[in-house]
Every structure is written in C-alpha cells, then in structure tokens.
C-alpha cells in the first residue's frame, strides 16, 4: 500500500492507495452493510454495487451501507446496466439508455460510491458517429446529474467485444470533451479485444493514463474469441494476471482494481496480496 495522504477530486476524498475487491455483494451478506462489513473483514478496501439488472435499492439501506464503509475505509463504486446504448438509432432508447445512467448515479449518490460504470454503446451500422452520438449523450446526463447535484463520476470501460464502443482512445477523447468523466478499465476485455497483453503495452497503457486522478480498473480471467470477449473466467485464466498487477503497480498510479471473476472474493484476495507485496 501506499501511504495514507489525503486527496480530492470533484469535491470526493480519497486515501492515497490501491483500493481492492469485489464486484456484487460477498456470499450470505444480509444487507448492504453486512456485505461492507464482510469486504473489510476479508483485508479488502473496495466494494462494486451492481445494479447491471435494474437499479434497485433500499434509500435507508444503501445510507447504512455508506455509513459503514466510510467508517472502515471501503471505496465504493457502482456499475449501470448493461442495457444502455447510446448509440441506438432509436431516439428512444438514447434517451432510456441517458435515464439508466442518470438513475445509476442517484443510486452511487445513496451509497457514496464515487463513480458510476458504464457500457457506453455498440457500434452498429453508424459506427462512424458513434462516439459524437456517445459524447452528446453523456453531456446530457452530466449537466442532470450536476442539477440534481450528483458527485459520481461517470466511468466509461473499455469494452471487450469489436462491435462495442469502448477502445482506450475513444474514451480518451470522451473525457477530453464531457466534465466528469473518466476511464475504467478493464484488463480482460484489453486482453479479449487485441492486440495481446504484455508488460512494455501495459506500461505504455498505463503511461498515457497518468493524468487521471484514480484509476477504476476491472480484472479478471477470460475467454474469447476472435470477435472479442466471450466470458469472465477466474483469475489467471486467459490472461496474467501477475503481470498486470505489477505493471500497475510499478507505476505508482491511484488506482481501484475491482475483481469481476467467477470467484470475486477470493480471488480479490489474491489480487490484495500480489499487490501488498514487496517489490
């Protein structure tokens, strides 16, 4: 870990230090709170609420739940559904896919999660205006969000499958141009997307994410295809998982690294010792 000096981003604080855990709440938790306080007892740091399916939530229980992480300095993030495209030619679903963020954000406001993740859009057959279409979107959501005064960040991840909007440097140009915005990213899907993972790409990866002020990652094992992602494996399948950690941490960045395997706990806790580890 890094030392425990202080730091703010749009009005957010922050301990200097990789924060680490699952995404979705750890086996038998009873509640919001308890899945908190399981996180902490399991020597982890970060919780990843999922409100993928809809965003549904207890506004007392998701209270007790921030409550309880700030008390024990759990980092908490949340991750929208997985039904937005704001690349639809459907000026309808645009507009769903805007209201299944901005909703999302009003959820992380409830539990004082710090950013929101998002699956921006697919391609499909305006693949040339998609990032203007994505970015005119996000600028909507932001300017509601900030009306409504909701700190989350929004996270576009980097997308696993080539037919997904979603590549490090659309998202790069998204940030540039929409306040509020930064990249999560996702080592699997880098993986499954191409060109394969190794240590001098990462460096170089990492390298022109050095101006973000925390970096949200997802890691995990994977399979695919030549189309891209198919499915989340456990850790060290499909992927090194070592190499990645150590890249990221030979770079001293702030980061948060959310475990989305088939095993999120116990393989976080792999993730929370590789990292605690001298080098």
Known sequence: MCGAA???????????????GPAGYPEGSRSPADAVRKVRAAGLDALEVQFVRNVQYNQGKAEEARAEAEENGVLLSAHAPYYINLNSPSPETRAKSEDWILRAMRGAEAFGAWIVVVHAAAYGEDARHCSERVMASLKKVREAADGESL?????????????AWGTVPEILEAMEEVP????????????????????????????????????HCHLSGIEFTAAGERKHLRLGEGLDHLMVLDALRETGLEATVICESTSPMEDAQIIRRRLSQVI
């Open 180 to 215: 509020g915005v930064l990249p999560v990213v996702d080592f699997a899907h880098l993986q499954a997307r191409g060109p394969p993972l190794n240590p001098e790409g990462l460096r170089a990866l990492l390298g022109s994410l050095s101006q973000v002020p925390r970096l």
């Open 151 to 163: 700190k989350a960040v929004i996270g576009l991840e980097t997308m696993g499958r080539k037919a």
């Open 6 to 20: 202080i730091y703010f981003y749009r009005g957010i604080r922050f301990i200097r230090m990789i924060h680490t």
